[in-house]
């Protein structure tokens, strides 16, 4: 090297570096090194989220995290034999697809905490929709636009930062090839191992875990639709002539009442069960002194935390519908329903339903004559809950619009009833006067005066009051309508149509709702006295619990004639 380039690059005199010069150069280095090691720690945090943490977030313990991810040894192995470039490119594949597992497992966490179940990859896509006009009819279309804007980037961001997480430990691998590969070979051994021996530390949950199992939840639900169509061919009611179907109710009016979120733990978790048990016990003694009876019991739903209609169309159809496939099929059928049997058997039909905000064609389907929907319920009066009517409204509706016309013909009606469906907030504190309720404007006080849902829902204990309380108030509508406008002519029916969220209930409960009739002719009860109901409003611990699809049977068999299938 040249004599003046050696005293070019000397530093001249009076330029040397000072102390605190390579001071804060040392600073920053080891500035660079923390923030290395920490942000590669963070993409092995992100990596493992996809490959091994729970879908639950009540199984977020730290046990659960003890696991061997296979599909993690198996990304290893494919960047220590892959050449050059073409590690790069497996690592951004891997990163999308680990990605799309984060996100997956994002909405099972929030499908397990809503619905009790995971998310179900072939037939949730549809309730996308329905969140979306659930959130429409709760904060406003700008609202739900902008919660779905957000989940988009959201989800963006997640396969971003999975894809460069990946590339990060792509990088560490390539690095320190030979300790990647003495690991990945004790870990394999290990996962192998584990396996043979079904080792758990947590029940349920194998030490030697494969994400790719989620999959085969696909496989399954595509077979379903075989399944289910097997289970459709058959109809025991659907050779029965209609003239022979009902013959014990003719004449009455038939009242088919879902009450949202109306489970057992309503009545038997200590959290509920005194005040709904008080309002239970006191209903059915004001109902006898009036000349009604009642019976209960309990059937096992379908569904859990939300998906109402598809325990409507479980109990009306007789078919077991836990899915929306299932529930497309049959509303594209001409299975017989048990509102189609009323209507066929000369009743009049009707279905009041104040939280339809769109289109019901499924109404053909199920055999309703007249539809009254949100729009063309008449309400004038404040929004309640997620902007519905209160149900002493939506029962008075039905009372004014079909049973109080003079020498009006049997009707049948299904009326859910939605004031005990979520968030809970404003509830009514009460019921007014059922003269005074004309087009809803009366209930302006109480809406005013009610809780608002973004202050409900800061406190869990505040939820599940608010929760407790709807289901007394939509309890106490439907008994005060039978003292009010019940005869010998009226039947009631009323269920819950489902549990509510694992908030409400906690984890791991049944999804078993009570079910009651009621009536004041005694004959109506004698067809039931072999089923072993419970006498009152409400069943016991130990009242019998059917699965919700075998009631339309048992309730065309003990009011009319034995079944006669078609295929």
């Known amino acids: 090297m040249p004599f003046f380039t050696r005293l070019r690059r000397r530093p001249a005199q009076g330029t040397e570096p000072s102390p605190d010069a390579v001071e804060g150069g040392g600073h920053r280095s080891r500035g660079r090194t923390v923030a290395g090691w920490v942000t590669t720690a963070l993409a092995c945090v992100l990596v493992l989220f996809a490959l091994i943490a729970p879908n639950q977030i009540t199984r977020f313990t730290p046990e659960a995290f003890v696991r061997i991810p296979l599909e993690g040894l198996l990304g290893v192995a494919l960047v220590l034999i892959l050449p050059g470039r073409a590690k790069r490119v497996a690592a951004v594949i891997i990163g999308v697809i680990l990605g799309l597992l984060a996100i997956v497992k994002i909405v099972d966490i929030g499908f397990s905490t809503v619905l009790a179940r995971p998310f179900n990859l072939v037939f949730d896509w549809s309730l996308f929709g329905s969140a979306n006009q659930f959130l429409s009819a709760s904060v406003g279309r700008a ?69 790719a199992g989620r999959l085969l939840q696909v496989r399954r639900s595509l077979e379903d639709r075989k399944e ?258 019940g005869d010998d002519n009226l039947v009631l029916i009323f269920l819950g149509d489902h549990q509510p969220a694992p908030l409400i209930t906690g984890q791991n409960a049944d999804r078993d709702v009570p079910i009651t009739i009621v009536a004041r002719d005694p004959a109506v009860l004698d067809r039931i006295s072999t089923w072993g109901w419970q006498d009152g409003l409400k069943p016991g611990p130990h009242a019998p619990v059917w699965p919700m699809n075998a009631f339309r049977d048992r309730f065309l068999t003990a009011f009319g004639s034995q079944p006669q299938p078609t295929r």
Request: aromatic share 10%; charged share 15%; with cysteine.
């Open 143 to 211: 609202g739900a636009i902008g919660a779905g804007i957000l989940a988009a980037v959201l989800a963006v961001g997640v396969l971003v930062l999975m894809t460069l997480a990946v590339l990060r430990l792509t990088r560490l691998v390539v690095q320190h090839n030979t300790s990647a590969t003495g690991a990945a070979t004790l870990l394999g051994v290990a996962w192998v191992t584990c396996a043979a021996l079904g080792a758990q530390l947590v029940p349920g949950v194998p030490v030697a875990g494969v994400a």
């Open 228 to 485: 289910f169509a097997k289970e459709a061919s058959v109809d025991a009611f659907g050779g029965v002539p209609s003239d022979r179907l009902l013959t014990g109710l003719r004449g009455k009016d038939v009242l088919l009442s879902f009450v949202e979120s109306y489970g057992r733990d309503a009545i038997e978790d200590p959290r509920y069960a005194s005040e709904v048990g008080a309002v239970l016990d006191a209903g059915s003694s004001r109902l006898r002194a009036a000349g009604f009876a009642s019976r209960s019991a309990f059937l096992t739903s379908p569904t859990a935390g939300g998906g109402s209609w598809l325990a409507h169309s479980t109990l009306l159809s007789g078919l077991w519908i836990n899915n929306q496939q299932r529930y497309n099929s049959l509303v594209s059928s001409d299975r017989l329903t048990l509102s189609k049997a009323f209507e066929g058997a000369g009743w009049q039909t009707a279905a009041v339903m104040p939280g339809t905000t769109t289109a019901w064609p499924e109404a053909k389907f199920y055999g309703y004559e007249h539809v009254y929907d949100r729009w063309t319920i008449g309400y004038r009066g404040p929004r309640f809950n997620w902007g519905t009517p209160p149900d002493q409204y939506t029962l008075s509706v039905f009372q004014r619009t079909e049973r109080a016309k003079p020498k009006h013909p049997p009707v049948m009606a299904e009326i859910p009833l939605v004031t005990s469906h979520a968030p809970w907030a404003p509830t009514p504190s009460g019921l007014v006067d059922w003269k005074t309720v004309g087009d809803g404007t009366v209930f302006g006080p109480m809406a005013a005066a009610g809780d608002k849902p973004e202050d409900v829902w800061r406190s869990p204990s505040r939820i599940r009051t608010a929760y407790r309380q709807s289901i007394e108030y939509s309890l106490n509508a439907l008994i005060s309508y039978v003292q009010t406008y």
